[in-house]
């Protein structure tokens, strides 16, 4: 018998999660294409399962060094084996907090659950991507099936106009991106990262092309993070999509695009650190700014956790900018943070709704700890976290960054974070006393279900957990980051 169908097998093999996340949405959709509305739970449990199956997959075959796979255009390391085990539990929490809010709305259906899994097929392949093609191949599966998501309720008029300004805004950013890599590909005359990176390191007489192409690409970057001034599609789509989907779209693809900026600044344009380092100051100032300031006008929940969202992905840039080992991990550190506490933000919002009632005013949480005490303690723990109140994740996380910053001698950047953390503060701590404060306006009781609940209080009180003891997931990030560099 020949070896070689089995050495092309081989290839595949790193990337055996991608591929039974895959086959088993194909699966899905022909399933769910033949069962009757009673029995769309199928889809919801066989989702379950897919993410439960990959993340043995991802386990069994963790990789402890970098392994080139698909003729170099796929890697396997530490680095996406984390991201991709956040990125699984993070979709099935989403999957868990959304059930009862889709099914009091109709939405219950196996679009959501294919979309979901293919946006997450997208991330995974961005995680793993050490090519250009791979990247972008990955960016346009989650874009395209995060655009489709936000217009999913068809009869709201707000949801498509999300859904529009979404797309439009996303196909200039991705057209950029694009335009970028090709004036990088036109100095170096490679698309794979590494390849890249040492033609860049060996130097070149193309200096304004590459400055160009640098622009264009850290541009393209920013409006997938949601940074200032490409944050104009973050606060409408937020608060447009439907609350299941804003919960999606804040948490997950945060994770992913930290991966595609690290991948590309980090390894493919590292010996450039100089060219893109002062862009990404200026985008961090102005993100934790803006972010910061304009969350405080807002009365609407999703609309302040829009412009709470734009100023942690400053936080998080601060990490990138340091353009070190120790602020990559950094970085990965506080996206992964920042995950978990969008997932409680935006998951207790779908826990209090109810059907005809979003519950996503900042006066429906009044009078809350009357309500519900737990629900109210847990909230509380997620603002401390977002605003950085210790013993809560959230102060270890922008600590490890503003470290991060002080070692390449950034003082003045650190100190304008600092300042600018304790203007978000205000807004945080305002729903704190909304909930401890005021009398409620709905004295509705709370119907929660056993499995949502179960999972917010993992969250909240994984969110203290990890406050007192970071270091086992900080050291986590940095072994990643070091293995896979």
Known sequence: MSTAPLMQLAEFAPALPEIFVLVMVSLILLIDAAVDD???????VLSLVTLAGAAFLTVRDFSTMPVLALGGLFVDD???????LFLYLTVAT????????????GLFKGEFFVLALFALLGMMVM?????????YLGLELLSLSLYAMVALQRESSVATEAAMKYFILGA????????????????TGSLALGDMAQALSDGTDLRIPLVFGIVFIVAGLAFKLGAVPFHMWVPDVYHGAPTAMTLFIGSAPKIAAFAFVVRVLGQ??????AEWRDMLVILAVLSMAVGNIAAIAQTNLKRMLAYSTISHMGFMLLGILAGSQNGYGSAMFYVLVYALMSL??????????????????????????????WLAFVMLLLMFSMAGIPPTVGFYAKLAVLQAVVEIGYVWLAVAAVLLSLIGAFYYLRIVK????????????????RDSLTVMSANGLGILALGILPQPLMAVCVHAIGASF
């Open 434 to 449: 909304l909930m401890y404060f005021d009398a409620p306006h709905d004295t509705t009781p709370i119907v929660t279900h």
């Open 78 to 84: 530490p680095l996406s084996d984390v991201l991709k």
């Open 127 to 135: 995680v793993s991507a050490s090519h250009f093609l791979t990247l």
């Open 344 to 373: 409680g933000s935006f998951g207790m919002i779908l826990l209090l709704s109810r059907a005809g009632f979003e519950s996503d005013k900042l006066d429906d949480f009044k009078g809350l700890n009357r309500r519900s005490p």
């Open 38 to 44: 009673s029995k769309r739970y199928i889809a919801y």
């Open 172 to 187: 200039l950013a991705s057209g950029m991106l694009l335009y970028g890599m090709s004036m990088v590909y036109g100095v």
């Open 94 to 105: 989403v999957l868990v907090y959304s059930r009862s809010y889709l099914r009091e709305r």
């Open 268 to 273: 493919g344009l590292e010996s450039q650190v």
